[in-house]
DNA sequence: TCTGGGGTCCTAGGACCC
DNA sequence: TCTGGGGTCCTAGGACCC
């Protein structure tokens, strides 16, 4: 029982000489901006996604910190911001609003986020035996072969200096013996952090936080906790964890052991994706010829990106979200891997036939179940080695079409 | 004010097979 | 006619993360 945890490979010597930096930049896509737009800097920068310059539609991406003190936040509706912290230019023109007491909002600008990432993942995979990359702004570095625990803090602010000085963002840094454990010390003092906790010192480090600071903790689990009275990292470390399976299932055990700063788990490089999906949210609509048109578009936009991928599918689904917020996803197997994009969306639209005459404000189409051909594969080992792909002219020819597949039951 | 978009992992019941 | 156990796959939903 006690193995479960442990991947292959990692046996319990290893997990203990392990030393794991967690590296997350601070506010990574106002950085950006502020990198190409100097007069940001200092000020309050909001980006918004599904935003447009002058909307109010779209959601939070980024606040900055100058920007969080008014009381935005990520996720917040566009609308919600722009109570708290109007626009630059329109407390300019209006005598009532604080010119002061104002932001910059930013569309998001992905291309440049990534073409910044790739530097800052140079550096970090350079001071790295093994890299992770987690998303565009956050990594794990396995380091154990490139410093000990007396040089850690000089290595991890070497790093953090390198990238500072060669990029022009910082980064947060926390150091520990496991990948868990780094990914709270990373984020204790933000921004510009650097945390460093010795393995001696690991209980005593989570003991004190809220367990909505464990990584794994969201709001429901961390309300069910409360209500438990199980307020802290501690008090989840002395918990029975027999009585948190029951109730949590395995991830019960899970958040008990990473709140005791157990964690054997290696830094492996991230592999292949297991899915991928667009999705696009819209005005609350019940003309299923919209909704449908909007599933179509989808449909080929991420089999498209499947081709380009080099990956084969054996299953498509939507999700389709009715008001207030439920979610509803359907998908359906097929007989084989293929890559078939007209395929995606006669069966995304044939799933969706399920919700003619519902009112619907959001839809996506996802494949999963993926395969990836071979010379494909060897392209992505080449890929870990340098640029970050993603703009590559030309996508790889399919390796498989989808002729052997019994297509029967979709007609 | 109608909460964006892209992911991962887990659970649970039913079908189906041996 | 009713009884087991074990295993995998499929589908739907939920929690969480950035």
């Not at 933000?190 to 367990?211: I, Q, S, T, W």
């Not at 069910?224 to 029975?240: K, N």
């Amino acid at each position: 029982m006690a193995g479960d945890a442990r991947l292959p490979g990692a046996s319990a010597e290893e997990a203990a000489d392990r030393i794991v930096i967690h590296a997350d930049a601070d506010c990574f896509y106002a950085a950006c901006e502020r990198l190409r737009e100097p007069a940001l800097r200092g000020e309050p920068v909001v980006v918004g996604m599904g935003y447009e310059a002058g909307d109010t539609r779209g959601a939070v991406a980024t606040a900055s910190y100058e920007a969080r003190v008014y009381g935005v936040e990520s996720a917040q509706p566009i609308t919600d911001a722009l109570d708290r912290l109007p626009r630059k230019g329109e407390a300019a023109r209006d005598p009532d609003l604080s010119v002061e007491e104002a932001g910059f909002y930013r569309p998001v600008d992905m291309e440049y986020y990534k073409s910044v990432s790739e530097k800052v993942h140079g550096h970090l995979r350079e001071a790295a035996d093994v890299f992770r990359e987690v998303s565009i702004d956050e990594a794990y570095l396995d380091v154990s072969g490139r410093t000990d625990w007396e040089g850690a803090e000089t290595f991890a602010r070497g790093l953090k200096r390198r990238i500072a000085a060669d990029v022009g963002v910082t980064v947060s840094v926390g150091v520990a013996p496991n990948m868990s454990t780094a990914k709270v010390a990373s984020d204790a003092e933000k921004p510009d952090g650097c945390v460093v906790v010795r393995p001696a010192e690991v209980r005593e480090f989570l003991a004190p936080l809220p367990v909505a600071e464990l990584h794994g903790v969201g709001p429901v689990t961390a309300r069910s906790l409360r209500d438990r009275g199980i307020e802290t990292a501690g008090d989840l470390a002395s918990a029975d964890e027999t009585e948190l399976a029951n109730e949590f299932g395995e991830r019960g055990r899970d958040l008990h052991r990473r709140a005791r700063g157990e964690d054997d788990r290696a830094v492996t490089p991230r592999g292949q994706p297991k899915s991928l999906s667009r999705e696009s949210a819209f005005e609350t609509t019940d003309d299923h010829g919209v909704v449908a048109e909007r599933v179509g578009a989808l449909a080929r936009a991420v089999a498209e990106r499947a081709q380009a991928k080099g990956a084969l599918y054996r299953t498509i689904g939507i999700k389709v979200v009715t008001p207030p917020f439920s979610v509803n996803t359907r998908d359906r197997s097929l007989s084989g891997p293929v890559d078939d994009p007209a395929l995606v969306e006669r069966v995304a639209e044939d799933l969706l036939s399920e919700f003619d005459g519902e009112r619907v404000r959001k839809v996506g189409v996802r494949v999963s179940k993926l395969e990836f051909s071979d010379d494909e594969q060897a392209n992505l080992g080449a890929w870990g080695e340098g640029d970050s792909g993603g703009t590559s002219a030309e996508p790889p020819p399919p390796a498989t079409r989808s002729g052997q597949v019994s297509l029967s039951e979709f007609e």
